[in-house]
């Protein structure tokens, strides 16, 4: 998702999003540093943990952080039709797969 990657100001905001994780209490910020660590990101892709890469991961967080700024609307509207689009055929396919173990 080069696009994602692309949005206007991640790098600024992930500057910002890494001061906050390092002013958090140890045991909370711990839970975070996959998000800001780039190698710890990629390890848990390549395990199949996370399938975006980090800029992209980041960027969705941003956009879902920021959605209520103008610049935001439009990226979280798709992200989200881009999610009930994902659910619904999910749904779909453990319907078929009920239909075809019985």
């Known amino acids: 998702m080069k696009w994602l990657e692309n949005i206007t100001g991640l790098d600024n905001f992930i500057e910002q999003f890494r001061n906050v994780v390092k002013t958090m209490p140890a045991n909370d ?6 998000i800001t660590d780039k190698e710890q ?18 960027a969705a967080l941003c956009i879902n952080l920021l959605r209520n700024q103008q610049e935001y609307q439009q990226p979280f509207k798709l ?6 689009i ?15 173990l019985l």
């Open 29 to 34: 910020a711990a839970q975070w540093e996959s």
């Open 41 to 58: 990101h990629e390890k848990l892709r390549t395990a199949g943990d996370r399938r975006l890469s980090w800029r992209a991961y980041l």
């Open 79 to 84: 992200l989200s039709l881009l999610i009930d």
């Open 86 to 100: 994902d659910c619904m055929l999910a749904k779909w396919r453990s319907s078929k797969s009920s239909i075809l």
